[in-house]
């Protein structure tokens, strides 16, 4: 058995390790001043950077990108300096001897920056409305000369100068506010270490609020007209610091919190130390807060206060500890505001993600040092697979010694940075407990544990057989250590059995007085796996009828989808109708429904349309309806889609469903609900995508229409996603090339979501042209997209012809259900 394994599919030939950046200095403070020009969209600038030497040196880098620099100043003193246009080479004019701490100003000037701070509209030369800055991973560079890495933190003055109708916020508590002229200076001061790319602030046309809790100040910034909107948005953000103080047990270590909505942001937010920034589409209305809440975004980013701001990953193999914390924090607070299944249905979902990458794309260590970009890293490795892992640690160690280790580390590694062995090394100090293999089975190797489930009873011996079999594929390890828990559910009694699952194999016998009514493995989702259900239908059955546990009900369902059936479909129907279940199950009924197919499913979810009330089901349901070709179906969403009193998310599912329904008035009636209002424009961006699956002539000329640079950025990247789904004509390729161009860098990753769906050749130009972007995570996709291309032209006929049958399959699996179906409900 080989202990290392690197996954597959993620490192390109040309990618080498990266270590920690190594230089002879540290970063103490950045002191900044700048003059934002709204109109020219430029930013004039004098940045102080205070060092310490590590070593005697004479010389100091800095990192500045397509900047005009003026001047350099050290300690002063005026310097010379060499640049070339990405690095800025400092003379201290002599050697300087270790421990010095010097001083190297720098004036500059930045005209319309590519990234880092963005002038709002983004792809405008109109003066802008809004400037706000997003500097992760690195390219804080882009507008301020400093030291841009994570493994040194510094404290942080900003000194920001704006017309007199802009407002300003940025990190730490704001010191001064002046007039000047026709400007106003505003002055913010965090004396906290933070690393460069929290650096922040937002200036413009904005409202705010401001709250307390105990001394904390809470600013709620958002775009003017939007007031209204905050207490929807924020109201649990005074509990969600209060739940994190309380179960980390470190207060919030900043001075103020800020969360600031803008316009055309370029992410859904970022966790900059006090001022957290986020997009202005969590904001909205009563409609949408029936089925939308703002609560993970905000929970998310609140969580990285603490892991990611207070204690930073050293360097970004390192990420993990940023993203897996701040992913689980998220779901620990929707278990303690909704309940357990909400938080057991968030961690299903997060492994769904998870399986989604490592099987469409690739798999990685999530301590990965081997990458081409920063960027890169930012994927479902370090977000949701890193998240569950930790959720495994927790639950090995136990909750007390988790939140312990928590505080530990916190408090160890406050205002410093960490790596993987510094938590390592915490959580083995106070629980006494040995965990390298755990490092190394889920931290340092790639893939994941996947285990093959089957019971059988024998009535003679009254004897239950439970065999449990480690079936990963060849980029996992051959076998992992899994501590494990298996429920047995009988009629009077429970019992329950842990196990040290370390073979690839394992049968256990359970002498009974009964058959079991059903068994459950790992029954509350503590151990991080991809877990299969071999069992038949009855005792599928037997899990969801008698397990009282969401996880393993979930599973059974998914299986049960697998096997199909009349019968299955009416037994399942009684949980979708029942209200005081919880929504989550009820959804994946819904969905279970869609993949048995058959006139009872379809006539079962028809008639559930008409029963089921709450809007998440309903979602579920409107989704599932899209996987069957019926006019009664397009008729039946048709009416969804028009009620203004279903809600925003609802109505827009109905949308892409009546486009998969092939439902004769598809076209009229999307053509029409373009017009609908709704939040974050959801309506009109799924209907956009739901034309591009009609795949009409009279569609995609609608579509076209809404690639127009008067559309927001949000409807624009709809459009020219649902361009994928056509043959690229001259007139599409000249409107993708265009887009591959444009500014903003998710128009750009949308060129790239669209040309996935087609991977025609004739893309490959465009995919060249997005190869060599600004974006690391953008040139990534292009190298993956143009992979997928060759292998598909290599293919082209092969390809064609599979998927010819693969249609031809699924049509004749769709009329042997129907079949089945009518043989099962005569009682044949």
């Given at each position: 058995m080989r202990w290392l394994k690197l996954g597959k599919n993620f490192v390109y030939p040309d990618y080498k390790p990266q270590w920690p950046r190594d230089v002879p200095y540290k970063l103490v403070e950045v002191d900044a001043s700048i003059d934002i020009d709204f109109n020219e969209r430029k930013i004039n600038g004098m940045a102080t950077n205070r060092f310490r030497l590590i070593q005697n040196i004479s010389t100091i880098s800095l990192d500045a990108v397509d900047m005009n620099i003026r001047r350099v100043y050290v300690d002063g003193t005026p310097a010379k300096y060499n640049y070339d246009g990405k690095v800025l080479e400092v003379s201290l004019g002599s050697e300087r001897a270790k421990d010095t701490v010097i001083g190297v100003s720098v004036e500059y000037e930045v005209y319309k920056p590519r990234k880092g701070v963005w002038f709002s509209p983004i792809n405008s030369d109109q003066p802008a409305k809004q400037v706000w800055t997003q500097g992760q991973p690195e390219d804080t560079r882009y507008w301020l000369v400093t030291y841009d890495y994570p493994n040194f933190k510094a404290s942080v003055t900003l000194t920001i100068t704006v017309p007199e109708w802009a407002y300003v916020i940025a990190n730490g508590k704001l010191l001064e506010?002046?007039?000047?002229?026709?400007?106003?200076?505003?002055?913010?001061?965090?004396?906290?270490?933070?690393?460069?790319y929290l650096i922040?602030?937002?200036?413009?046309?904005?409202?705010?609020?401001?709250?307390?809790?105990?001394?904390?100040?809470?600013?709620?910034?958002?775009?003017?007209?939007?007031?209204?909107?905050?207490?929807?948005?924020?109201?649990?953000?005074?509990?969600?610091?209060?739940?994190?103080?309380?179960?980390?047990?470190?207060?919030?270590?900043?001075?103020?919190?800020?969360?600031?909505?803008v316009s055309e942001f370029v992410a859904g937010g970022m966790e900059n130390a006090s001022i957290t920034i986020l997009t202005d589409q969590t904001l909205h209305d009563e409609k949408a807060h029936i089925d939308f809440s703002s609560d993970p975004l905000v929970s998310h980013e609140l969580a990285h206060q603490w892991f990611g701001d207070l204690v930073t990953c050293k360097d970004w193999s390192n990420l993990w500890l940023n993203e897996g914390f701040a992913t689980l924090f998220e779901a620990l607070w929707r278990r303690k505001n909704l309940g357990e299944n909400e938080f057991i249905y968030e961690l299903i979902k997060m492994l769904d993600t998870y399986i989604s990458e490592y099987s469409s794309e690739y798999s990685r260590p999530i301590a990965m040092r081997i990458y081409g970009y920063p960027d890169e890293l930012f994927d479902a490795h370090s977000y949701p697979k890193a998240a569950l892992v930790i959720w495994t640690l927790h639950n090995i160690i136990g909750e007390e010694n988790f939140r312990k280790s928590i505080n530990v580390y916190l408090n160890r590694f406050k205002n410093n940075v960490a790596d993987t062995e510094d938590f390592r090394k915490v959580v083995e100090e106070v629980t006494g407990i040995q965990l390298d293999w755990f490092f190394e089975q889920f931290i340092y190797n790639a893939g994941h544990p996947s285990l093959s489930f089957k019971?059988?009873?024998?009535?003679?011996?009254?004897?239950?057989?439970?065999?449990?079999?480690?079936?990963?594929?060849?980029?996992?390890?051959?076998?992992?250590?899994?501590?494990?828990?298996?429920?047995?559910?009988?009629?009077?009694?429970?019992?329950?059995?842990?196990?040290?699952?370390?073979?690839?194999?394992?049968?256990?016998?359970?002498?009974?007085?009964?058959?079991?009514?059903?068994?459950?493995?790992?029954?509350?989702?503590?151990?991080?796996?991809?877990?299969?259900?071999?069992?038949?239908?009855?005792?599928?059955?037997?899990?969801?009828?008698?397990?009282?546990?969401?996880?393993?009900?979930?599973?059974?369902?998914?299986?049960?989808?697998?096997?199909?059936?009349?019968?299955?479909?009416?037994?399942?129907?009684?949980?979708?109708?029942?209200?005081?279940?919880?929504?989550?199950?009820?959804?994946?009924?819904?969905?279970?429904?869609?993949?048995?197919?058959?006139?009872?499913?379809?006539?079962?979810?028809?008639?559930?349309?008409?029963?089921?009330?709450?809007?998440?089901?309903?979602?579920?349901?409107?989704?599932?309806?899209?996987?069957?070709?019926?006019?009664?179906?397009?008729?039946?969403?048709?009416?969804?889609?028009?009620?203004?009193?279903?809600?925003y998310y609802v109505r827009a599912n109905a949308a892409t469903s009546i486009a998969k329904s092939k439902y004769s008035g598809a076209f009229k009636v999307l053509k029409e609900a373009l017009t609908y209002p709704s939040h974050a424009d959801v309506i009109k961006r799924t209907v956009l995508e739901a034309l591009g699956i009609l795949g009409t002539d009279e569609a995609l000329e609608e579509i076209i229409k809404y690639t127009s640079d008067k559309e927001s950025v949000w409807v624009i990247v709809s459009a020219i996603k649902a361009l994928g789904y056509f043959r690229p004509t001259r007139e599409i390729l000249d409107i993708l090339r265009e887009k591959a161009k444009n500014p903003h860098p998710k128009v750009r990753a949308t060129v790239l979501s669209a040309i996935k769906i087609n991977l025609d050749p004739k893309l490959l130009p465009i995919v060249n042209i997005l190869k060599n972007d600004i974006a690391g995570s953008i040139v990534r996709n292009a190298r993956d997209v143009e992979s997928k291309i060759t292998k598909f032209m290599e293919k082209g006929e092969e390809y064609r012809k599979l998927r010819e049958e693969i249609e031809r399959l699924r049509e004749e699996e769709r009329r042997l259900a129907e079949r089945i179906d009518r043989l099962e409900t005569k009682g044949i």
């Open positions: 506010k002046k007039r000047t002229q026709n400007k106003t200076l505003w002055k913010w001061r965090l004396n906290e270490a933070i690393p460069t922040a602030f937002a200036a413009g046309e904005f409202s705010y609020k401001e709250k307390r809790i105990g001394n904390l100040p809470l600013i709620y910034v958002v775009p003017k007209g939007r007031e209204e909107d905050i207490p929807r948005s924020f109201s649990n953000t005074p509990k969600i610091i209060q739940f994190f103080e309380e179960y980390t047990g470190v207060k919030f270590p900043y001075p103020k919190y800020a969360q600031v909505c019971y059988k009873w024998n009535l003679d011996e009254k004897m239950l057989e439970i065999t449990i079999e480690q079936k990963q594929k060849e980029d996992s390890l051959e076998t992992y250590f899994l501590p494990l828990e298996i429920m047995i559910i009988s009629k009077d009694y429970e019992i329950k059995k842990n196990i040290n699952l370390k073979e690839k194999r394992r049968t256990l016998y359970v002498k009974l007085r009964e058959k079991p009514l059903a068994v459950c493995l790992d029954p509350n989702f503590k151990i991080f796996k991809e877990l299969t259900y071999d069992l038949g239908v009855e005792e599928l059955l037997g899990i969801v009828r008698y397990c009282k546990a969401l996880y393993p009900r979930i599973l059974a369902v998914r299986k049960i989808a697998e096997k199909g059936g009349a019968r299955t479909v009416r037994e399942l129907y009684r949980y979708l109708l029942d209200e005081k279940e919880f929504w989550g199950y009820r959804s994946e009924i819904a969905k279970a429904m869609a993949k048995i197919g058959g006139d009872t499913a379809l006539k079962t979810l028809l008639e559930s349309l008409d029963k089921v009330k709450h809007p998440k089901v309903r979602r579920a349901i409107v989704t599932s309806l899209g996987s069957f070709r019926s006019e009664d179906v397009g008729k039946k969403l048709t009416t969804v889609l028009k009620n203004k009193e279903e809600s």
